[in-house]
């Protein structure tokens, strides 16, 4: 279980400068809109450093399952966090959004911001929202801090005070404020992240938000940066865009290892050594995928052009993350001898990484599809996302590709008697298979995209390793 400094005590005993101020001011109710990954996520947090947080959520089901203390998903610790925060009281859900307002000093909106078909940033989510949220503030009598947690374009926060000041008929600034927060947590994580975050950044406009923003975030470590809300809103931008470049560098590198006969991840590991580089984001693999990295990548390139400021680097890390997927079913078509056609491949692992079950723009889904057209047939297995990933085929698949795609219920069951494997995600029990189960391939080959089986193990059972990145010497 993640364990944060200061954890357990309420927010307002604790020490340090963020705690003292807070100490003095009245207690606060923080409100979670959106209880999705951030959402669920940040409540716990809130309640973990000891603030009464109520949530809200559009979808009863959800409302029901986070109101018992039930993870809608499944993250490292979430559940015995939730469950905990749940039963000390700290946080409930509201049951609907009414009291949900009444009750929020400041209200978090943790809601979708996806992409539309042009890349760009789709923000009716939140423009609604506003809507609604002004209509309630007309009728009440208190301040309210509305806080924008969304990832959304630069500009966004002004937008929504401008909406709700008109369905208000309130004044910004005087009757309530809008301020920016953006959020870095990272799915397979969310706990630890929530809990001990690496900065805490707000965008705001006015002294008393910059307060109140202060006192939520009483307890937590991590240094708190006040920004003007543009600002706030181009660092989380800024931050993924940069992460996902590191990324696409690696991918690109990996591709020359392979022609010249060397191996990526030591060479990387070498490049991270130095501290103005530092090793993270270096590990070569089948591309980025996730809710986060392509969608905002893409919005951030599409808000700029708006902008009319062309932005080439971060353009260039989506265009290699794009053919990336093509390179690993070339490694494995190469591999086969120039043919996959009729062949049955054992793709291991649907999420978009390790530890968690979401598999939006999983990597997974493009290397299928790529696979498919090749002629193979596949063989699916996850520990935690294979319902999750059958619900998204259709989404990707043109045509329905009958007998040609089977789940498989264990990672043996996938691997006994199909031609190869394709290692697509790091899951642990992938690495803790014993060689008897690879043993099992047909070909007696593998093609690991995540570099994440020993080849010890690989050599023990006579196969032939392929690993993303790596070329023969
Ligand atoms: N998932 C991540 O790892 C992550 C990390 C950092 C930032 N973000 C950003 O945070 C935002 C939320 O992401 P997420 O992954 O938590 O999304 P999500 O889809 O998991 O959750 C969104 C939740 O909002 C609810 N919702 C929709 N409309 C609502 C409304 N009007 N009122 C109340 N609830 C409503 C949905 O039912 C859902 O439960 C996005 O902008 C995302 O880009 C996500």
Sequence with gaps: MPRAKGQGRPAREKAGARGAEAAREPPLTLGVSGLGFVGVAMSVAFAHYGHDVVGYDVVDRRREEVGR?????????????LSSAVKSGRLRVAKDRESFFRDADVVFLC???????????????????????????????????IVVKSTSPPGTVRKIERIIAGESG???????????????????????????????????????????????????????????????????????????VKVSFANEIARLAEKVGSDVYPVMEA??????????????????????????????????????????????????NETQARHVVDLA???????LAGREVALLGLAFKRDTDDVRESRAYPI??????????????????A????????????????????????????????????????????????????KELKDRLVIDARRSVDPATMRRAGVRYVAIGKGEP
């Design 69 to 81: 203390g039930h993870a809608p998903f499944f993250d490292p610790g979430l559940e015995e966090e």
């Design 111 to 145: 809601l979708p911001t996806p992409s539309r078909s042009d890349g760009s940033v789709e923000t009716s989510f939140l423009e609604e929202e506003a809507l609604r949220l002004g209509k309630l503030l007309r009728r009440s009598r208190s301040w309210k801090l």
């Design 170 to 244: 309130k004044k910004p600034g005087e009757d309530f404020s809008v301020a920016s927060n953006p959020e870095f947590l990272a799915e397979g994580n969310l706990v630890r992240d929530a809990l001990e975050p690496s900065r805490i950044v707000v965008g705001t406009s006015d002294e008393r938000s910059e307060r109140t923003l202060r006192q939520a975030y009483s307890g937590f470590p991590g240094p708190f940066v006040a920004l003007p809300p543009t600002s706030s809103e181009l660092v989380k931008y800024s931050s993924n865009a940069l992460l996902a």
């Design 271 to 320: 490049v991270g050594m130095d501290p103005r580089l530092g090793k993270a984001f270096l590990r070569a693999g089948p591309g980025f995928g996730g809710s986060c990295f392509p969608k905002d990548l893409k919005g951030l390139v599409a808000f700029a052009r708006q902008m009319g400021v062309p932005l080439p680097v971060t353009d260039a890390a989506l265009n290699v």
């Design 333 to 339: 078509e190469t591999a086969s001898g120039g043919l």
């Design 368 to 385: 299928l599809g790529e696979l498919l057209k090749r002629g193979a047939l596949v063989r699916l297995h996850d520990p935690k996302a």
């Design 387 to 438: 319902e999750s990933f059958r619900a998204g085929l259709p989404k990707i698949l043109s045509v329905d590709p009958g007998p040609r795609v089977r789940f498989c219920e264990t990672p043996e069951e996938a691997l006994r008697g199909a031609n190869l494997a394709l290692v697509q995600c790091d899951w642990e029990e992938y690495a803790a298979l014993p060689p008897s189960a690879w």
